[in-house]
């Protein structure tokens, strides 16, 4: 595939606009204005059906004015839409002097030239052909490097937004001298080294300056440049990491002292004044940033006990819900993630030593499925280039109970030094999910409770003939008593979790300037399972029926119903608040 050159696509516009095609050029519509020859002048006898001529003039030509009237009338098929008034006096010319449009002419004639969405990879040499050109916008391309010395030398504006450009070195080698506007936003500029291509060596006449939404970080190296340019006036850095920093537009404001617009925000005299010294302040402006998470509470859980339902005795079932959220976090404190207090990490510690119980058979681990549910919100992310690799790691609220609603007031200040890894974040946005844990206890048949048949049935008869006894302490008191009476112990199944629902946030915002980002995370409408349903009384009759087999078959009965208990939690989808705020 041949690479398209800015040149290339400049031709191809111009064979698009139809220069030479009706209404514009020469044609039966406009023949006899621009023959080179004498027309001869004669009139043919009326009434043969032939052309009638006057004056060497065709009746079916057009008069320029009517000409015109087809580019711009509403109804006319050659009006093109959203025309610059330079192409649209550009085939105005092409109408009254179509001998005129070649390209040489084109060349000399064109001071802007617009080449949008036209997959240029390259600026080649033969730009500098437009020895009038001073506006150039090549903006929404495929270019990676560009050359200065092919860019045309009167060149006043130079917008190149959204293209592939890495690097500053090869634009600052040759760059028009008289430029006044440069547009490099939406590009992938990172480089600490390309602050030095800012000066007034390169560009001396530039009054306004576009480097938004790219990824410089070094604040400092950057506006100590731009603070040799004199006639800088407006100046975009929002969309870059280093804009995250609280101190950033204050920063800038107190060094570059002729600047009147940042961000596209006017700055004032009250605002100059408020941040008068700030950058000699060193000790107060530090290379981190801190982002404040809050939520609040979530609503819109069912009660997964219904108050007029009679559930059974055993197993005791106890559902705890909490909420989960990614954000980063560097390796050293990943151990520190989820500490929310004491109680938190003794519950911690007890989901592992259940989930290393677990078998194969049994429903997933907690930790498993909360590795699943941070893999498909992109939680497992590459890190960052930075020294201390920062890296998305999942948080963890503290468990609460069942409640409508369940209150958290959760609040916790994040420091982070990684701005890249900060701005990829906010790109990617920020999910919430919220978790049910339901963990079944069951009762633990112990070494008393195992009473053997002949014990038995000597309790019923008693000691002596056929008569009923009990057995009896040294104290004369019933010991079968003080073991009913005595406290039963349990054992606890694995925790069985379940995603209630997850919500994904947008906070691109805040990467655009808005600091503080507040939302309702609906999680759609619950969805309840079928509850357990207690046994008819036909049930009960069979049951008991079976009752006459031996202890052992009765004790293996009961353990295979516990096993294939259907799960009687709700899923849910709840409504939580979150607020985030830089």
Request: hydrophobic share 30%; proline share 7%; charged share 25%.
């Amino acid at each position: 595939m041949d690479v398209v050159t800015a040149f290339k696509a400049f031709q191809q516009e111009m064979r698009a606009l139809s220069l030479k095609g009706f209404p514009c050029g020469i044609g039966s519509w406009s023949s006899s204005r621009h023959s080179t020859k004498k027309a001869k002048s004669f009139k043919l006898l009326k009434g043969h059906g032939e052309k009638e001529k006057i004056k060497g003039k065709d009746v079916n030509e057009e008069e320029p004015e009517a000409l015109k009237e087809y580019l711009t009338c509403e109804q006319s098929p050659w009006k093109t839409e959203n025309v610059t008034p330079e192409t649209q006096h550009l085939k105005e010319l092409a109408i009254t002097s179509p001998s005129l449009i070649n390209e040489h002419f084109l060349c000399f004639y064109l001071q802007s030239l617009r080449l949008v969405n036209k997959q240029i990879c390259e600026v080649d040499k033969q730009m500098l052909k437009f020895q009038n050109l001073e506006e150039l916008i090549l903006s929404v391309n495929k270019i990676t490097l560009l050359n200065s010395a092919n860019l045309p030398r009167k060149l006043k504006i130079l917008e190149l937004c959204s293209n592939e450009i890495s690097s500053l070195q090869q634009l600052s080698s040759s760059p028009p001298p008289m430029l006044q506007y440069l547009g490099l936003s939406y590009n992938k500029l990172s480089l600490p080294s390309d602050s030095r291509y800012l000066s007034s060596m390169f560009w001396p006449n530039l009054i306004s300056l576009d480097l938004g939404f790219n990824d410089f970080i070094n604040l400092r190296d950057i506006v100590a440049s731009l603070s040799s340019l004199p006639n800088l006036k407006n100046f975009i850095l929002l969309g870059n990491p280093l804009a995250l920093f609280p101190y950033y537009r204050g920063f800038t404001i107190d060094i570059l002292q002729n600047l009147v617009s940042l961000d596209d925000v006017l700055i004032s005299l009250d605002e100059r004044h408020h941040f008068k010294g700030i950058a000699s302040h060193q000790d107060f402006i530090a290379p981190e940033t801190k982002v404040t998470i809050e939520i609040g509470k979530v609503t819109g859980i069912p009660n997964p006990i219904d108050p007029l339902d009679h559930p059974p005795e055993f197993p005791v079932v106890n559902n705890n819900y909490f909420v989960t959220y990614e954000f980063l976090g560097s390796p050293k404190s990943a151990d520190k993630v989820n500490e929310p207090g004491k109680e938190e990490n003794k519950d911690m510690e007890r989901e592992k030593s259940s989930n290393a119980k677990l078998s194969e058979k049994d429903s997933p681990s907690s930790q498993a499925l909360l590795d699943t549910v941070l893999d498909n919100t992109g939680i497992n992310s590459a890190p960052s280039d930075n020294e201390e690799n920062w890296r998305v790691f999942p948080h963890k609220l503290p468990q609460k109970p069942w409640g409508d609603p369940i209150v958290y007031n959760y609040t916790k200040v994040h420091t982070v030094k990684d701005l890249y890894a900060l701005k990829q974040l906010l790109q990617n946005g920020l999910t919430v999910t919220v978790i049910e844990e339901k963990i079944l206890s069951w009762p633990i048949e112990t070494e008393d409770d195992k009473i053997p048949e002949a014990s038995m049935k000597e309790k019923i008869q008693g000691p002596g003939k056929g008569g009923k006894g009990s057995a009896k302490n040294a104290n004369g008191q019933d010991s079968t008593k003080e073991k009913r009476k005595s406290p039963v112990s349990f054992r606890s199944d694995p925790p069985i979790r379940k995603i209630l629902g997850s919500y994904h946030m947008d906070l691109y915002s805040i990467i655009t300037g808005n600091h503080n980002y507040q939302t309702v995370c609906d999680l759609g409408v619950p969805k309840i399972e079928e509850k357990l349903k207690s046994p008819t009384p036909e049930i009960k009759e069979t049951i008991r029926g079976k009752g006459d087999k031996k202890n052992s078959a009765v004790s293996k009965s009961r353990t295979s119903a516990k096993l294939k208990t259907p799960d009687s939690s709700y899923r849910n989808s709840v409504s939580n608040q979150t607020k985030i705020n830089k």
